[in-house]
């Protein structure tokens, strides 16, 4: 089985700052692991995901995360962050099969201040 | 539409009533899932469908939950004699066989009062 901590529930950042979003995993197999941003009233958007190869993976608006397989980690970042960035941010893990249901961390609240 | 569509997106019952929701894969995607989202357990899974078959139906709650799939396409979720409990945004997720990325609706938001 597998599993996803998020570290902080809550992130408050001002505009134009960098931002970390925190995520561990476990599993005793090879995952898949992604991040999902969802904005209020709205479904999952996939923001990015590491499947293989390269360990810096970027996505869309801008962020990009890191895959550590020592740390069993993979953190979000921006470098400069804007106000419609507000939302909640869900890590995700599956297994790297040809199947695999979702296993979500339990999302960070970023709030981007002006 | 190019993306999964649901129905209804807002859903207020009264406790111990049926209720149906309706999930619109994007076409071609034989890969089906239901998700739950809920304050006190965050998003968990629920059921998996390849076609019309449920080979992974782990992650429902109780025998009060059911969901079908005609056609290969359009999924229902059903939940009988509903609980304050099953108040919740219930998302469905779809994706190509062996494709790694699953695409989600909007999500229908259930209130059992």
Redesign the interface.
């Known amino acids: 089985a597998q599993s996803v901590t998020q570290l902080d529930s809550q992130v408050p950042v001002f505009e134009e700052a960098p931002v970390e979003l925190r995520c561990n995993y476990s599993s005793s197999v090879s995952v898949?692991l992604?991040w999902?941003v969802q904005y209020p009233?709205?479904?999952?958007?996939?923001l990015l995901?590491y499947?293989s190869g390269s360990t810096l993976v970027k996505g869309i608006n801008g962020f990009e995360a890191e895959f550590n397989k020592s740390q069993t980690s993979f953190h979000l970042r921006k470098p400069s962050v804007h106000i419609s960035d507000t939302a909640e941010y869900?890590c995700?893990v599956?297994r790297g099969t040809?199947?695999?249901?979702?296993?979500?961390?339990?999302?960070t609240i970023l709030t981007v201040h002006p | 539409g190019a993306g999964?569509s649901q129905s209804p997106s807002n859903k207020v019952t009264e406790k111990g009533k049926d209720v149906e929701l309706r999930c619109d894969p994007i076409s071609g995607h034989t890969?089906l899932?239901w998700?739950r989202q809920s304050l006190g357990q965050?998003?968990?899974?629920l059921i998996?469908f390849?076609g019309n078959s449920a080979?992974?139906k782990s992650?429902l709650p109780s025998d009060r939950f059911s969901a079908e799939r005609t056609g290969g396409s359009v999924s229902t979720l059903t939940i009988q004699r509903t609980q304050q409990e099953d108040s919740a945004v219930y998302?469905c997720?779809s994706s190509l066989?062996?494709a790694?990325?699953?695409?989600?609706?909007?999500?229908t938001r259930l209130l059992v009062l």
């Open positions: 898949y992604f999902y009233n709205q479904g999952l958007q996939l995901k499947l869900f995700a599956r040809s199947y695999g249901k979702l296993t979500f961390g339990q999302g | 999964v890969a899932y998700y965050g998003l968990e899974f998996y390849q080979p992974d992650g998302l997720a066989v062996g790694e990325t699953q695409y989600f609706g909007p999500g």
